[in-house]
């Protein structure tokens, strides 16, 4: 059972519980022998869709909580991620110092991208910088909710480009393939708006 009640870490009583896909179904024996059948996402790029108010983000946030233990009756007992995982997101207004953010953005005037710093990042440099952090400190697993990003970090979709043609942000899924494929970093999204992705 993944939905909590208002804001406690409480499952919420008569909830549907969580069934997973038949195709991403995976057995895992555990220590006691206990054979548990569940959900097992792939490494690389997972994407979690659907309509609003359907799930999405509670079911990547019992995610999140599995780098912890859970109490019996909590109902993500067996749920477990990478303990690495990073929740990566836009925070407009967080300082970056002495960031290399040349993997997203091309230029930024009167700034060195290979080493920038300033007191007051905007929504898409906070976002990038919160990557390219996680990715520095050894994080395995990225996490991103849409309604908590970037949008102009996150894509950029063909009608733009053809508008837009001297935009010095790189979007996130223009690198997404290769943060999986060369830094072997795989990255759960969560989206409901956009086809870009």
């Known amino acids: 059972?993944?939905?909590?009640?208002?804001?406690?870490?409480?499952?919420?009583?008569?909830?549907?519980?969580?069934?997973?896909p038949e195709r991403l179904r995976v057995e895992?024996?555990?220590?006691?022998?206990?054979?548990?059948?569940?959900?097992?996402?792939?490494k690389g790029i997972t994407v979690i869709?659907?309509?609003?108010f359907s799930g999405k983000t509670t079911l990547l946030e019992a995610i999140e909580a599995g780098i912890y233990n859970h109490v019996p009756g909590?109902?993500?007992?067996?749920?477990?991620?990478?303990?690495s995982l990073m929740?990566?997101?836009?925070?407009?207004?967080?300082?970056?110092?002495n960031e290399d953010i040349s993997m997203f953005?091309?230029?930024?005037?009167?700034?060195?991208?290979?080493?920038f710093t300033t007191k007051h990042a905007s929504g898409s440099v906070s976002q990038a910088?919160?990557?390219?952090?996680?990715?520095?400190?050894?994080?395995?697993?990225?996490?991103?909710?849409?309604?908590?990003?970037?949008t102009n970090f996150m894509i950029r979709d063909e009608l733009m480009r053809r508008i837009?043609?001297?935009?010095?942000?790189?979007?996130?899924?223009?690198?997404?393939?290769?943060?999986?494929?060369?830094k072997q970093v795989s990255t759960i999204l969560v989206i409901g708006g956009s086809g870009e992705y």
């Open 1 to 20: 059972v993944l939905p909590r009640r208002g804001d406690s870490e409480e499952p919420i009583e008569g909830a549907i519980p969580f069934l997973s």
């Open 28 to 42: 895992v024996l555990i220590e006691d022998g206990t054979k548990l059948l569940g959900m097992g996402i792939p």
């Open 49 to 52: 869709t659907g309509a609003g």
């Open 74 to 83: 909590d109902g993500r007992e067996f749920v477990v991620a990478e303990e």
């Open 87 to 97: 929740t990566t997101n836009a925070e407009d207004g967080r300082y970056v110092a």
């Open 105 to 115: 953005f091309s230029d930024i005037p009167f700034q060195n991208i290979r080493n």
């Open 129 to 150: 910088a919160n990557i390219i952090e996680a990715i520095a400190g050894g994080s395995r697993l990225l996490t991103i909710d849409e309604d908590t990003s970037a």
């Open 164 to 182: 837009v043609k001297d935009e010095v942000i790189i979007p996130f899924t223009d690198r997404i393939r290769s943060i999986a494929e060369k």
